[in-house]
Nanobody, 122 residues
């Protein structure tokens, strides 16, 4: 029932910007949840790029700090990743992730988007 639909990926030149969107259905982001963006470059492990923390703040991978910004619009139930000053090293498939917390944390559940490809050319 929970679905995450991503959009906004594409081809961009180095130094350019993109904004990724993740529309969530079947769940409410304003509820007990955390949201993050992960990425997986060819031949590499999936890594956390940006996330909201349990305390309501944000955290970023060192490689994207100062360039990426995660945000959300609870009214639209949508998560965004603004990516500025893109570098070729940012080329990856980007995945939106939402973890919904249960009262019993044993039953927390993760949901993933299908991924959207970001390609940054030199």
């Amino acid at each position: 029932q929970v679905q995450l639909v991503e959009s906004g990926g594409g081809l961009v030149q180095a130094g350019g910007s993109l904004r990724l969107s993740c529309a969530v259905s079947g769940g409410t982001l304003s509820g007990r949840s955390v949201v993050g963006w992960y990425r997986q470059a060819p031949g590499k492990q999936r890594e956390l790029a940006a996330t909201f923390t349990n305390g309501g703040g944000t955290d970023y991978a060192d490689s994207v700090k100062g360039r990426f910004t995660i945000s959300r619009d609870n009214a639209k139930n949508t998560v965004y990743l603004q990516m500025n000053n893109l570098k070729p090293e940012d080329t990856a498939v980007y995945y939106c992730n939402v973890r919904f917390f249960a009262l019993n944390r044993k039953y927390d559940r993760d949901y993933w988007g299908q991924g959207t490809l970001v390609t940054v050319s030199s």
